[in-house]
């Protein structure tokens, strides 16, 4: 496949290399190249990512289902994976030649492939920034070396990057083209198949295997416990695209619950859901956007986590609460991720409106700090602004 990139291009084809490692980065970088294509149509890209940049017109060589990768442990097993990936991306780089390099989150990976780009003398261009806030501060210097163009999705990171240098412009979060901010939620929950007045729990426990395995079977405790309090209480569960519907029925059968597993409807079931039950990553600020009241959970192993506690320097570790700067939604972590925890801390929201109701007008304040609308509009004239200055 990699030797037909270099074949059946119309005269006047620009070459672009993309690469995103995750199911987040699948969705910004599909809508990236959308965009990019209106401003340009004789763009080609090529790379890595997933079925939505597929779908967008990326000819993708490595699929984000086998390159999403948690934990120290895992990201051991998984070199050669890692490293065959590397070494495609640098084949790529030398058969198509690309005016252009994309990378999308997925720091580990992008940083290294951003320092072989830079040696080919092709320009790079960073869209969504690694969380250098949060961890690996070092990261910032490499990026104002190998980086020609950061584009960041929140409005405190410009000031990091401007301290040493690098040219850095705010876009607004892409999840603001994607998440439905507005929407009727009683017709939402009619073509899920609950009732107006249903209890509904959504339960969204990762789009990594690993993290379901850790966090599904809690999560079904503690849906058990809630519909011991709250009768007639409905759960849904939403499958990632990088997972399998029956991957998830594999825990699901048998489970003596009200509970529907569709296949994608993330976004339909956030907006149906009285509550979500969620693990921790991007979808907690897809959550946010939509404004449903949440509980965060996660766990890694106990290595992993002993390590990451003493790099990672901050007070929260969601999203939502990261930007708002105080703990809007809880957060139950390692030996607090049980179920028993989970339905307590669900319980006090479900029966409290009062706190759901504050909880929805923090979230409307942490959306509403994303920018609006056009992120991924912006970013690709940015990056057309960059094809222009390569030429």
């Known amino acids: ?34 965009e990019l294509l209106a401003l340009e149509p004789n763009i080609r890209f090529s790379g890595m990512g997933g079925d939505m940049m597929k779908d967008a017109g990326v000819d993708v060589l490595h699929h984000v289902r086998e390159m999403a990768i948690v934990g120290i442990f895992e990201v051991i097993n998984k070199l050669p994976l890692i490293r065959k990936a590397m070494k495609d991306m640098e084949n790529l780089m030398d058969i198509i030649k690309p005016e252009v390099v994309v990378l999308i989150d997925y720091p580990g990976f992008n940083l290294r492939l951003a320092k072989k780009a830079k040696a080919r003398g092709i320009k790079v261009v960073y869209y969504v920034s690694p969380q250098v806030w949060a961890w690996h501060k070092s990261r910032v210097k490499t990026i104002a070396r190998v980086v020609d163009k950061m584009m960041v999705v929140f409005p405190f990171e410009v000031r990091i990057y401007e301290k040493v240098g690098v040219d850095v412009e705010f876009v607004g979060h892409p999840l603001m083209d994607s998440v439905p901010a507005g929407f009727d939620r009683d017709e939402i929950r009619g073509s899920l198949g609950f009732g107006r007045a249903d209890t509904v729990i959504g339960l969204l426990p990762g789009s990594r295997k690993r993290e379901v395995e850790s966090l599904l079977p809690e999560m079904l405790e503690a849906a058990r416990l809630i519909s011991k309090k709250i009768n007639g209480a409905k759960f849904a569960i939403p499958v990632a695209n990088t997972l399998d519907v029956e991957y998830i029925k594999g825990f699901t059968d048998g489970v003596d ?10 976004y339909d079931v956030m907006a149906a859901a009285d509550l ?116």
Do not use: W
């Open 257 to 266: 619950l009200d509970l529907s597993v569709f296949k994608g409807n993330t």
């Open 1 to 34: 496949m990699m030797n037909d990139l270099s074949q059946n291009s119309k005269p006047g084809t620009k070459n672009f290399l993309i690469v995103a490692g995750e199911a987040s980065g699948d969705l910004h970088g599909a809508n990236l190249v959308r």
């Open 276 to 391: 979500i039950l969620i693990a921790s990553g991007t979808a907690t600020l897809e959550a946010a956007i939509v404004g449903t009241p949440m509980v965060m959970t996660y766990r890694m192993a106990p290595l992993t986590y002993f390590i990451g506690r003493r790099l990672v320097n901050l007070e929260f570790g969601s999203l939502p609460n990261i930007i708002a700067g105080k703990g809007i939604i809880p957060e139950l972590v390692q030996g607090d991720a049980t179920g028993e925890r989970m339905a307590e801390e669900c319980l006090n929201i479900l029966e409290d409106k009062k706190r759901s109701e504050e909880m929805k007008k923090d979230l409307r304040k942490v959306r509403d700090t994303l920018g609006g609308p056009g992120a991924s509009k912006r970013a690709a004239e940015i990056v057309y602004k960059t094809l222009q200055i390569a030429n």
